[in-house]
């Protein structure tokens, strides 16, 4: 049986990857950062949390990390763990540059001096790409050009991974991952947000969504399949770094849009633009050219935009139509406090 640890095993891919890797049998270890309040809801949600071996650690520790090795003695390390929410790196540079970008070192640290076999998996990002381009369908060989403190701290990864895989002669693959979404993405994500939004909008709970610059352009993508090529990376003859991408853009707008015909509402009646949302440097475009993929891993999207942001808005339905009607969740999760206000509000609408 093979054995996995995944850093960052509470997030969108780490809950996602989890699972994947427990349905091939996988002996999963997940590392985790211990806070007040535990963030297990995806794990939960996915009905994987009694089936997962978690690992509490730093990463800003090079010990507690290779405590988490020696727990888990890995055959494959997927280094998922960030600062990954671009706006909140600009309010937290230094912590960003920490956690994004230094622990990978330590992870390849730990790899390189007592487990040189053990295959590395690196969570690189498009936007490492920047504003270089504009809409141009991007591949592994274009130039990088960072505009967020996260994109930088990601770059950092990046490279240190390629130097290490070259100058040690590891194994170690990184995913340029573009934007990928799902039902368990987090709130501070704007697709989430949007959702989330427009649900209460729905329910009467909300009369306005607040959002910044609705003409940014990504290439979205449905997570369970993209964490499905991180696995791919790892099973190669070689490593080596792969973007990971539709091929399409579509706008923060055609999002909002998609989400308010779910409803059958008009988003135009209820949208509000608002400056405060904006960044201070914003990538107007970015587009991925997933070829490379496609060829060696015979990896490829299945999953189109407007059912993407169908899956997202039908789960959150669900969960607030759960909560308004006094249900207990089937997990915990977050963000859906018992707000008296919200409470009032709807059964106001209802009668």
């Known amino acids: 049986m093979k054995k996995a640890l995944i850093t960052g095993i509470t997030g969108q891919d780490g809950a996602y990857l989890a699972k994947l890797l427990l349905e091939k049998n996988y002996k999963v270890y997940g590392l985790y950062r211990r806070i007040s309040t535990p963030n297990f809801w995806r794990l939960q949600s996915l009905g994987i949390y009694d089936k997962i071996n978690l690992i509490s650690g730093d990463l800003s520790d090079l010990s507690s990390i290779l405590n988490a090795f020696k727990a888990s003695e890995p055959d494959e390390v997927y280094h998922l763990a960030a600062q990954s929410f671009v706006e909140a790196s600009f309010e937290s540079p230094l912590a960003t540059a920490e956690v994004t970008g230094l622990s990978t070192t330590r ?9 040189r076999d053990t295959k590395v998996y690196f969570a690189g990002t498009s936007e490492m790409f920047g504003s270089a381009y504009n809409d141009k369908a991007l591949n592994e060989n274009d130039v990088f050009k960072p505009m967020s403190p996260y994109a930088a701290a990601k770059l950092y990864g990046y490279w240190i991974s390629r130097i290490y895989r070259e100058g040690y002669g590891l194994f170690i693959s990184s995913g340029i991952l573009f934007n990928h979404e799902s039902e368990i993405r987090g709130l501070e994500f704007v697709t989430r947000k949007i959702v989330n939004e427009v649900a209460k909008i729905y329910y009467g709970l909300e009369k306005k969504i607040k959002l910044g610059n609705i003409n940014a352009k990504r290439d979205w993508g449905y997570a369970p399949e ?23 853009t579509h706008t923060v707008e055609e999002f909002l849009k998609y989400a308010f015909d779910y409803v059958n509402m008009d988003y135009h009646k209820y949208l509000e633009i608002d400056k405060k949302f904006l960044r201070p440097l914003d990538v107007p475009a970015l587009r991925g050219d997933y070829t490379k993929a496609k060829k060696e891993l015979q990896w490829e999207p299945k999953t189109k935009f407007p059912d993407l942001v169908r899956l997202m808005m039908g789960e959150e339905l669900k969960r607030w139509d759960m909560y308004l009607k006094g249900e207990k969740f089937p997990w915990d999760v977050p963000n859906y406090p018992n707000e008296n206000n919200l409470l009032k509000t709807y059964r106001g609408n209802v009668k």
Request: aromatic share 16%; no cysteine.
């Open 107 to 115: 992870i390849l640290e730990a790899v390189k001096l007592y487990y």
């Open 226 to 248: 993209y964490v499905d090529a991180m696995y791919r990376m790892l099973q190669a003859d070689k490593p080596d770094d792969y973007v990971i991408a539709t091929d399409e």
